[in-house]
């Protein structure tokens, strides 16, 4: 998400019509901040994440996938079978 956001908002900056209004230069500024910040404290907090739980040992590691449901058809809207026409030209 971060190199999306990065290229996102390069593009605002250097493409976007309402980059010369002020309003617009604070708004990158702003989110530009914030954005670094989250991923400066994520980086510096990495080793001091807690660990999770352990998972129960009768617990499944995850539920098994649901087959996909198919749309009912009715009849009206079945396309019977059609037959190979044999066509014969004479002249």
Same mark, same amino acid.
């Given at each position: 998400a971060v190199p999306a956001f990065t290229l996102a908002m390069v593009h605002g900056v250097f493409a976007g019509t309402d980059t010369a209004r002020p309003w617009m230069w604070w708004t990158?500024?702003?989110t530009g901040l914030i954005a670094l910040f989250l991923v400066l404290v994520r980086g510096l907090t990495a080793?001091? =994440? %807690?660990?999770? !739980? *352990? =998972? %129960?040992a009768? !617990? *499944?590691?995850r539920p098994a996938p649901t087959p996909a449901r198919r749309a009912p058809q009715h009849e009206a809207?079945?396309?019977?079978p059609v037959a190979p026409v044999e066509v014969r030209v004479e002249g």
């Open positions: 990158y500024l702003a080793g001091e =994440r %807690p660990q999770r !739980a *352990p =998972r %129960p009768h !617990a *499944p590691a809207s079945r396309t019977p």
